[in-house]
């Protein structure tokens, strides 16, 4: 077997099977922990509170942008540089429609895959330094919070070193990044990505009840 | 797992405290603790970071020593993070370290959770960990005793049902108004809290008065009469049980429908939004706050006011407003009424705390902090160009009151209630 063959292989079936399971577990296994019933009387719907809740905290609210226009602008960025990249990326929608779905859709053109990179990697950049500046984000990081962000940055930058698809060697460097950062994924903070729905759904259904979603 | 200190310093039990935080840790704060990314953009909206700018007392900074204990004790995967070394256990360093954090530095107001980008409801987790604190035997002196006093006395001030009566004896003649106490059957349970007892009687008077003249077949009760309930804030469960069943109790006695909670925002909260949970069943009554219940009479016709033109301003109880769902009902109160009301910025909903709920105002070494925290009140109020700020909640009056004196300031505050029941219009009865 050739190191392509392995990391096309066994390598990504070993990762993916990490990142669901690991996911999956993750998930029932912090809704197996349970919650006493909420014995109160309810003013308002606790469902519409959840929906609302999920909804509201993507957009800021409640008069702070000001105090949070850092994080807003470069979340933003980031995030919705991240998800274009690797939903829209013409490479990407060739792998998934070949390996996981059936069905392709249509890839962003080139100058959007650069105007997506550059607001990922500018949006990444701009958290990771307020990570490593601000007093408040260092109080509060851990390792998990570096190697996550580490882990992210390699994933996008050998994609990108990728994109040209002119050498074998570096398509396989990205595949192997993305790997590495599929397998740590559900063991670290980067499952916030899943998380958050729950978290804004606790806090909607809770707060819905009393009649204001905060 | 007791760590016994040289000093003369309470030995603290760790091992209650891991205990208590693994009871406590239900799906919903596990799904918080695991969605936190450590942005801090909760600080930007903290009022106690706002006026210290102290990294430390970032609102999620409370989180650890929960996370601590969970992600060793109760994560997904806390075996694997076990066996690579990754998750240390709590220690009694870090329940010294943290208490000032959980007790001092949190008011509960719940600022945080609207900025935070995974909701995550911090001041709820912050109530769990003061039961873990205070199970390790750890929390401020003096909010623990006005705990003890309440299960003791009745009340956190030490009223005492022999006080209560004199108190009241005292209001009647005084202010030649009945006030119900005892009534063998009423259709409300009225309670007061102790701040109002023995620093704002006035107010008691003011809900007599507005009660009495709707018609309202109420009373209050000395078998349980105080609302505040310190066993809640001072992470005393038992405490806080205690205070509920009296209250509860005093209902089923009179055969009340309907209990109301006068002017304090947290006695509001615990009893409307925590207190069937604490009870351990549906609680045989509807709670209402004053604010709603002068609401609904209001609506109904029954309250009528003359027009007052001063200058005011309406400072939002945390647990009334953003966490009880009673912002509009003030509103409702002063609308067509205060002819010289401006709200203030932010208001509502997203209103700053004044700085001494969450038991705070308790707390007498944080006194200095609560009055650096006024300084925003005074400032949203300046803005407004009100000569006074009127609230709901005794507790906050009391905190205000007292940075007021501290600082020197010369507006006024007022009560809702109070200035309902100077402007009761009789004749529109």
């Known amino acids: 077997m050739t190191m392509q063959q392995f990391i096309e292989g066994p390598l990504w079936t070993f990762a993916a099977t990490v990142f669901l399971v690991g996911v999956a577990w993750r998930i029932v296994a912090i809704m197996m922990i349970g919650k006493p019933k909420d014995l109160t009387v309810a003013k308002s719907s606790s469902m519409a509170g959840a929906a609302k809740s999920i909804a509201l905290h993507s957009v800021p609210h409640g008069g702070n942008l000001s105090r949070t226009i850092y994080h807003v602008i470069s979340g933003y960025a980031f995030h919705l540089g991240l998800f274009a990249l690797l939903f829209l990326a013409a490479p990407h929608v060739t792998f998934i429609s070949e390996r996981i779905v059936t069905v392709p859709w249509p890839a962003m053109p080139r100058w959007a895959f650069i105007i997506a990179a550059e607001a990922a990697f500018a949006g990444l950049i701009l958290l990771y330094l307020r990570r490593l500046t601000d007093p408040i984000m260092r109080q509060l990081s851990d390792w998990d919070d570096h190697v996550g962000t580490w882990l992210t940055f390699l994933a996008m930058l050998t994609g990108c070193l990728a994109l040209q698809e002119s050498h074998i060697g570096l398509r396989l460097f990205h595949m192997v990044t993305v790997q590495v950062w599929m397998i740590y994924f559900p063991f670290s903070r980067l499952m916030h990505a899943f998380t958050f729905a729950m978290a804004r759904k606790h806090t909607g259904a809770t707060y819905g009840r009393r009649g204001f979603t905060p | ?429």
């Open chain 2, 1 to 429: 797992m007791t760590d016994v200190p040289a000093s003369d310093a309470p030995a603290i039990d760790v091992q209650a405290a891991v205990d208590k935080f693994n009871a406590l840790t239900g799906s919903h704060i596990a799904s918080y603790l695991d969605a936190c990314v450590h942005c801090g953009q909760c600080a930007q909206v903290c009022h106690f970071h706002e006026v210290t700018k102290d990294p430390r007392r970032t609102p999620a900074v409370k989180l650890k020593p929960i996370t601590k204990v969970y992600n060793r004790h109760k994560a997904p995967f806390s075996g694997l993070r076990k066996a690579f070394g990754l998750a240390p256990e709590l220690t009694a360093d870090d329940l010294r370290e943290w208490e000032e954090l959980i007790f001092d530095s949190c008011t509960m107001c719940g600022r945080c959770t609207v900025v935070c980008p995974m909701a995550i409801d911090i001041a709820s987790v912050v109530a769990i960990s003061r039961q873990a604190f205070a199970a390790a035997g750890l929390g401020p002196a003096d909010l623990m005793q006005a705990a003890e006093t309440s299960r003791d006395k009745g009340s956190p001030l030490g009223v005492t049902t022999d006080v209560l009566e004199d108190r009241i004896e005292w209001l009647e003649d005084e202010h030649e108004v009945e006030i119900a106490l005892d009534k063998p059957e009423a259709d409300i349970l009225l309670l007061v809290s102790s701040i109002e007892l023995m620093k704002y009687p006035d107010s008691i008077v003011a809900m007599a008065k507005l009660l009495n003249h709707a018609g309202a077949n109420w009373t209050l009760s000395t078998k349980g009469y105080e609302s505040t309930n310190f066993g809640f804030l001072s992470g005393k469960g038992d405490i806080a049980k205690i205070m509920i069943t009296r209250i509860t109790e005093a209902a089923e006695a009179v055969g009340a429908k309907t209990v109301v909670v006068p002017e304090c925002g947290h006695a509001f909260g615990v009893l409307r939004w925590a207190g069937a949970n604490i009870l351990g069943r549906p609680l045989p009554y509807e709670v209402t706050h004053i604010t709603e219940y002068l609401a609904g009479l209001k609506r109904a016709g029954k309250l009528a006011f003359k027009p007052m033109a001063d200058a005011i301003t309406y400072h939002d109880p945390c647990q009334i407003s953003r966490r009880g769902g009673a912002t509009e009902d003030a509103r409702y109160l002063l609308d067509g009424f205060a002819t010289g009301f401006t709200e203030m910025t932010p208001t509502g909903n997203y209103n700053w705390c004044c700085g001494g709920g969450g038991g705070v105002q308790a707390i007498g070494r944080a006194a200095n902090v609560r009055h650096e925290v006024f300084r925003i009140k005074m400032k949203q109020v300046e803005e407004t160009g009100a000569e006074a700020m009127v609230s709901a909640c005794s507790n906050c009056r009391l905190t205000m009151d007292e940075s007021k004196a501290a600082l020197g300031w010369d507006k006024q505050l007022m009560s809702l209630v109070e200035i309902l029941a100077d402007h009761l219009l009789v004749a529109e009865k």
